[in-house]
């Protein structure tokens, strides 16, 4: 069965400090993997997708993903987080089956 | 482009009551999905349509929801006799699903909060 797995439930780093969040996949073939972030009361917005080719894929806002099969995780990053990051993140897999699977999400708090 | 529309924003209701949320997607997504969001959780899903068609609907749907895209346009979503475990956020999102590229990310509306006293 396909599953997210999102290890820290919540994060906090200073403002400029450099951001990875983990995400780890349970599913049998090749996974379309997505990161997400919602600000409070809104919905969820797309930062970024994989779906094939080139294992780091580059999003909006700054953010970074590098899908590794091995280690069955797709890790989000930024090098610099600003105080407007300050979100809720989800990674999400999407099955052949056109579902998709969220994990429980990551709450980062940026410091000043 | 609009984005994903929902109607409305929040709903406070008492229990037994039904209630019916609308969500209008991006006009050329053919794929509109419902899901509920609990506090600290990611988003569950419910069910999802293309088109009109609704292809698969989640165990976590009682028979007291029902969601309807008639002319495979806007959904409802329509919550019979509701409980107080009903509360939540729910959301709805879209994806324009071509024959040759299965996979489209889905666009989300801003939610409909629903609180069960």
């Known amino acids: 069965a396909q599953s997210v797995t999102q290890p820290d439930i919540h994060i906090t780093v200073s403002e400029g400090a450099s951001l990875e969040l983990r995400c780890n996949y349970s599913?049998?073939?090749?996974?379309?993997l997505f990161w997400y972030v919602q600000s409070p009361g809104q919905g969820l917005q797309l930062l970024l997708k994989y779906f094939s080719g080139d294992t780091l894929v580059q999003g909006i806002k700054g953010f970074e993903a590098e899908f590794k099969r091995s280690q069955s995780s797709f890790n989000l990053r930024k090098p610099s987080v600003h105080w407007s990051d300050a979100a809720e993140y989800f990674c999400a897999v999407q099955n052949t089956g056109n579902q998709f699977y969220f994990g429980t999400g990551t709450s980062l708090t940026v410091i000043p | 482009d609009t984005g994903v529309s929902q109607n409305p924003r929040h709903k406070i209701t008492k229990r037994g009551q039904n209630v019916t949320f609308r969500c209008d997607p991006i006009?050329?997504?053919?794929?509109l999905y419902w899901y509920r969001q609990t506090l600290g959780q990611g988003p569950e899903f419910l069910t999802y349509f293309q088109n009109e068609a609704q292809l698969e609907k989640s165990r976590l749907l009682s028979d007291r929801f029902s969601a309807e895209r008639p002319k495979g346009s806007f959904s409802t979503l329509e919550i019979q006799r509701t409980e107080q475990g009903d509360s939540a956020m729910y959301l709805c999102?879209?994806?324009?699903?071509?024959?040759?590229?299965?996979?489209?990310?889905?666009?989300f509306g801003n939610g409909t909060r629903l609180t069960v006293t």
């Open positions: 599913y049998g073939a090749t996974p379309y």
């Open positions: 999102a879209s994806s324009l699903a071509r024959r040759t590229e299965t996979n489209s990310p889905l666009h």
């Open positions: 006009s050329e997504h053919n794929r």
